[in-house]
């Protein structure tokens, strides 16, 4: 190796990229030593000490990295293929065609055949598809069904390759327009023996002879775009009469759209692309059409055409902070289109890994050997609730359950537990390499962060294992870098002395609650809006309505002791400091602040 070559790869060493180009949505990519990096052409963000996420520029094909006065170039995944239709009847009819074979085959970007590609999915404006199968590497088949309705209508396909569980940019994409005519009877009236021909887009059908009664049928075939028929009447005498037929058909759906990811964690950052396709009244890819793309959460970019994608639009979504919807709907518009032009796609909003457990109790300090309300609950780092914690299996003392406390016969405090875990998954959406002593960790985690037992994957280094309970799987070091892969597309890079943030799925809250003798009522106040409010309960926790109170006050002055529901309450008119509210009856007291 010459010095020069020996230099740039000392140089490459000191920024660690993972196995593969870097993804449109962003990677992995460590710099040890604790070195700042910078790049040309991608977003950075530091994740944790020594490791960055970069994510190349739309449309860049490779970023620029330096970081310590060493430089690196490294090249981004090409961008999207596209999946190409053939369709065994192009323009179908309804009444005629029930069923219509479809094939689809995924290109990469240069045209090639993408033979690893995963099935696509699938959206129609009209009708269904369904029985996708594959039908060789990369290729696939599926049935079409028009829709029941009787009006001719315009079937806009739509179909999205994934390119991993939560990559917003697909593998590929392409779409199709199928005009789908309606074969109809037109009934009419005329004089016995007339004959009729009615012309539709150009197409003639009949003539037919009007029976005795003067009623005749015309079958005509009606293709999408036709709003009117002309109908020539010839009678036994041979006169000769032009009719324009309103044909009186509804507005179509002429919009066909696809979302990626369909669920994505609720945390501000993560996203969603949205492709969509409109078309002509006739059934024609329409690439000048004006869409307009709403959202219900979250933020959503305007739709607009994909550079060389004909008709195909896009627009990024970005998630929002927390999941108080459940889910995002997006809708799309086609105005030119008429009011049928719309459709919806749902995207769900995932909560995150347990956080926090908090808990709170009805009384506290609580009174030797007392049981007691109590609210607890998981939320995550966003302040969504996951579920309730629970004490220790078996417990007798401290948290019973999650609504309720047993304190102790003894002691100034107690000190208890909450635990939580999230139940195990089936869909791996994201994979992490973490090293540890000796060895790597890879760990499975759905969309909303619980653990996926039972998958298999397979390691850079050439193992494959699958992950226990906690979804997680190890291997042996052979190196300072490792990366890992699942069949979903779901991946990993992982360096040595560099670890990902953690996202633990299980989590134990330690609580120290301060303890009493018991009394025989407890006394609750607190300070609100200028009102000093109390409530006086028994030793079972019960409400004692018109107990009388003693109020002593120091720098504050207060109005007159009135009721106030189970308790009382009485205003405060000015200064500041302390009040006791104290039970004449047992003399106990709750003492608050007034500010």
């Known amino acids: 190796m010459t010095a020069s070559l020996l230099a740039l790869a000392l140089a490459a060493s000191d920024i660690l ?36 996420q970069v994510v190349p520029a739309p449309g ?30 192009p323009a179908p009819i309804k009444g005629q065609d029930e069923a219509v074979e479809i094939g689809l085959a995924v290109l990469r970007a240069d045209g090639s055949p993408d033979e690893a590609a995963p099935p696509p999915v699938l959206s129609v404006s009209a009708g269904r598809v369904r029985d996708l199968a594959p039908s060789g590497p990369g290729r696939f088949r599926a049935v079409f069904e028009p829709a029941s309705t009787l009006h001719p209508e315009v079937a806009v396909l739509l179909a999205l390759v994934p390119r991993c569980p939560l990559c917003a940019t697909p593998r590929a994409v392409g779409y199709a327009a199928l005009p789908v005519s309606a074969a109809v009877d037109l009934p009419g009236e005329s004089d016995p023996g007339t004959r009729t021909t009615v012309a539709v887009a150009g197409r003639r059908f009949g003539p037919v002879t009007a029976d005795a009664y003067g009623r005749f049928t015309v079958p005509v075939v009606i293709p ?80 607009a055409p994909v550079p060389g994608g004909g008709a195909l639009q896009r627009a990024l979504w970005r998630a929002p902070v927390g999941r108080r919807a459940g889910e995002a709907v997006l809708t799309a518009r086609y105005p030119a289109g008429g009011p049928s032009s719309l459709d919806v796609v749902r995207v769900a909003l995932a909560s995150g890994p347990p956080a926090e457990i908090v808990a709170r109790l009805a009384r506290e300090p609580v009174p030797l050997g007392a049981t007691i309300a109590a609210e607890t609950a998981v939320r995550d780092a966003r302040g969504d609730v996951l579920g309730a914690p629970a ?61 996926v037992p039972g998958l298999r994957v397979a390691f850079g280094s050439g193992a494959e294992a699958t992950t226990d309970a906690r979804g997680e799987a190890r291997v042996a070091a052979t190196g300072p870098r490792e990366s890992v892969t699942a069949r979903s597309g779901a991946r990993a890079a992982g360096f040595a002395g560099a670890a990902p943030p953690s996202e633990p799925f299980e989590i134990t809250h330690a609580i120290r609650v301060g303890l009493r003798p018991p009394t ?43 009721p106030d529901g189970d308790g009382g309450k009485a205003a405060v008119r000015g200064g500041h400091g302390l009040v006791a509210v104290v039970d004449a009856e047992s003399g106990v007291a709750a003492v608050v602040e007034v500010p």
């Open 17 to 52: 990229l993972p196995p593969w180009p870097l993804a449109p949505d962003g990677d992995l990519v460590a710099v040890p030593g604790g070195a700042i990096l910078q790049a040309r052409g991608a977003a950075i963000e530091a994740v944790a000490p020594g490791l960055w």
């Open 60 to 89: 860049a094909r490779a970023v620029v990295l330096r970081a310590g006065g060493r430089e690196v170039e490294a090249a981004v995944e090409p961008p999207p293929g596209t999946v190409a239709f053939t369709v065994a009847t």
């Open 224 to 303: 999408p775009g036709a709003h009117q028929a002309d109908a020539t009447t010839v009678d036994a005498l041979g006169n000769r009469r032009e009719t324009r037929i309103d044909l009186r058909l509804p507005d179509i759906d002429r919009i066909a759209c696809a979302a990626w990811p369909p669920a994505v964690p609720a945390d501000g950052r993560s996203t969603a692309t949205v492709h969509c396709v409109a078309s002509t009244e006739a059934g024609l890819p329409s690439p000048d059409a004006r869409l307009e793309l709403t959202a219900s959460a979250g933020t959503a970019a305007p739709l």
């Open 391 to 451: 004490g220790p299996t078996g417990a007798t003392l401290g948290f019973v359950a999650p609504d309720r406390f047993v304190a102790a016969s003894s002691g100034p405090s107690q000190d208890a537990t909450l635990s939580f875990a999230l139940p195990p998954g089936r869909d791996a959406a994201t994979l992490a390499l973490r090293p540890v002593p000796g060895g790597w960790v890879a760990e499975a985690r759905t969309v909303d962060a619980r653990p």
């Open 520 to 562: 025989p009522v407890d006394v609750f106040a607190f300070v609100e809006d200028g009102i000093l409010r109390w409530r006086i309960d028994d030793e079972r926790g019960r409400p004692v309505p018109a107990r009388r109170v003693v109020l002593r006050a120091e720098g504050v002055s207060l109005g007159p002791v009135e």
